[in-house]
């Protein structure tokens, strides 16, 4: 399975942007579909958006459609979130995660590899 590593987490005031990455050790990162999810404290992890494996084909929460933005490179077996006019309701660990389907799912149990998760707060 795929190993995957994010980044680019941090403290933001609303308004402003952050991009994460997610980079993934293995040879078979493109034969994955990958989904950004994401946990408030409290709350389940939730679906943010996800990505196909040809990077064609994206999907987002309804909440982050038009602010959010995924895409991928896989010559450098990494994918971003873009995140643009964060919100505080924005705060939470970010996480990846590879499933081995050609179109991604918003279903989390269908993933079988995880990062570590990090740390996005919106202040207000």
């Known amino acids: 399975q795929v190993q995957l590593v994010e980044s680019g987490g941090g403290l933001v005031q609303a308004g402003g942007s952050l991009r994460l990455s997610c980079a993934a050790s293995?040879?078979?990162?493109?034969?994955?579909?990958m989904g950004w999810f994401r946990q408030a404290p409290g709350k389940e992890r939730e679906f943010v958006g996800s990505?196909?494996?040809?990077?064609?084909?994206?999907s987002y929460q309804d909440s982050v459609k038009g602010r959010f933005t995924i895409s991928r490179d896989n010559a450098k077996n990494t994918v971003y979130l873009q995140m643009n006019s964060l919100k505080p309701e924005d705060t939470a660990v970010y996480y990846c995660?590879?499933?081995?389907?050609?179109?991604?799912?918003?279903?989390?149990?269908?993933?079988?590899?995880w990062g570590q998760g990090t740390q996005v707060t919106v202040s207000t």
């Open positions: 293995g040879r078979t990162f493109s034969t994955y579909a």
């Open positions: 995660a590879a499933v081995p389907r050609s179109i991604a799912t918003p279903n989390r149990y269908e993933y079988v590899s």
């Open positions: 990505i196909s494996r040809s990077g064609g084909i994206q």
